[in-house]
Structure formats: C-alpha cells, structure tokens
C-alpha cells in the first residue's frame, strides 16, 4: 500500500499528500516535478528511489521537513 491519500476518482491527483514513508518512486509517480526538487538537493530515484524520503533526508543531511513543505507546494 502506497503511503499517500488519492484523489476522489481514486487516481493521484491535487489532492495527494505527500508524506515522509512515501519512498522517492512513489512521490514521483503522484509529482513528477518532484523529479526536479530532489535534482536541486541532489537525489536521485534511480539508486535511491525505493528508499522513504525520511530516511534519504537522514542519510544526506536535508531538512525534511523543508523538503516535505517544498515537494507539497507542487
């Protein structure tokens, strides 16, 4: 189960909440403009996409909950 609320139609939508156990892959499949919020900090979701932001957060020393406010004002 993935880690974020759907839209009413069931679908990733406006309306999706981005959340810190959402791994990489999953906030850019629901954002795909989050593609270009991790290139800014410096992630990627190849090697580390099915890692939670939490913990890609922890590992290369980011803010998260900078990251989480800047990837949900998408």
């Known amino acids: 189960m993935l880690g974020y609320a759907l839209s009413e139609n069931n679908m990733p939508g406006t309306e999706t909440t981005i959340a810190e156990t959402m791994t990489l892959n999953e906030i850019s499949l629901v954002s795909p403009?989050?593609?270009?919020?991790?290139?800014?900090?410096?992630?990627?979701?190849?090697?580390?996409?099915?890692?939670?932001?939490?913990?890609?957060c922890e590992r290369h020393g980011l803010d998260l909950e900078a990251l989480l406010t800047e990837l949900r004002a998408l």
């Open 33 to 56: 403009r989050a593609l270009e919020v991790f290139a800014r900090h410096g992630l990627d979701s190849c090697c580390g996409g099915a890692k939670p932001l939490a913990l890609v």
